[in-house]
């Protein structure tokens, strides 16, 4: 992130314990923002994935990203007050370096066409064609760890 002065900082969070900040911050940027609908923002993978959380000082919910088993990164969202400031580019890194610690052979995920290029600053290449999910164009990514 751009600084210590941000003040924002990112821990793990857990489905069953942090699920209303999770929820708090993927509903404003999915569904409100993106207008994506309830039925396809909530799946069965929440409860199975790692997920990350920044926080503000005060505790408050400003970012997300999860990590399925398999190695797919899913629901990165930063809340637009917040962007700019590094929060999804330390959210991808804290990601890509657990999934090492798992020594899983690859990283994969559906990226917003939108955010092509933020992927591709860490690493990731497309992968397809481009595809529409939650009526929003993506293409899938991949990114080989060591």
Same mark, same amino acid.
């Given at each position: #992130?751009? !600084?210590?002065?941000?003040?924002?900082?990112?821990? /793990?969070?857990?489905? %069953?314990?942090?699920?209303?900040?999770? #929820?708090?911050?993927? =509903?404003?940027?999915?569904?409100? %923002?993106? !207008?994506?609908?309830? &039925? %396809? %923002?909530?799946?069965? +993978? &929440?409860?199975?994935?790692? *997920?990350?959380?920044?926080?503000?000082?005060?505790? &408050?919910?400003?970012?997300?990203?999860?990590?399925? /088993?398999?190695? =797919?990164? !899913?629901?990165?969202?930063?809340?637009?007050?917040?962007?700019?400031?590094?929060?999804? +580019?330390?959210? #991808?890194?804290?990601?890509?370096? =657990?999934?090492?610690?798992?020594?899983? /052979?690859?990283?994969?995920?559906?990226?917003?066409?939108?955010?092509?290029?933020?992927? =591709?600053?860490? !690493?990731?290449? /497309?992968?397809?064609?481009?595809?529409?999910?939650?009526?929003?164009? *993506?293409?899938? #990514?991949?990114?080989?760890?060591?």
């Amino acid at each position: #992130m751009k !600084g210590e002065q941000t003040g924002i900082t990112l821990r /793990p969070a857990t489905w %069953e314990a942090d699920r209303e900040a999770l #929820m708090f911050v993927r =509903r404003a940027v999915f569904i409100e %923002e993106q !207008g994506v609908s309830e &039925d %396809e %923002e909530w799946d069965e +993978h &929440d409860p199975v994935c790692e *997920h990350l959380l920044a926080t503000t000082v005060k505790r &408050d919910a400003v970012g997300t990203a999860r990590l399925h /088993p398999s190695g =797919r990164v !899913g629901r990165v969202a930063v809340l637009k007050a917040f962007r700019g400031l590094g929060i999804g +580019h330390a959210l #991808m890194l804290e990601v890509i370096q =657990r999934a090492e610690l798992r020594a899983l /052979p690859q990283l994969a995920l559906n990226a917003q066409v939108q955010a092509l290029e933020f992927y =591709r600053r860490l !690493g990731f290449v /497309p992968r397809g064609e481009e595809f529409l999910e939650a009526g929003i164009a *993506h293409i899938e #990514m991949v990114k080989p760890l060591k």
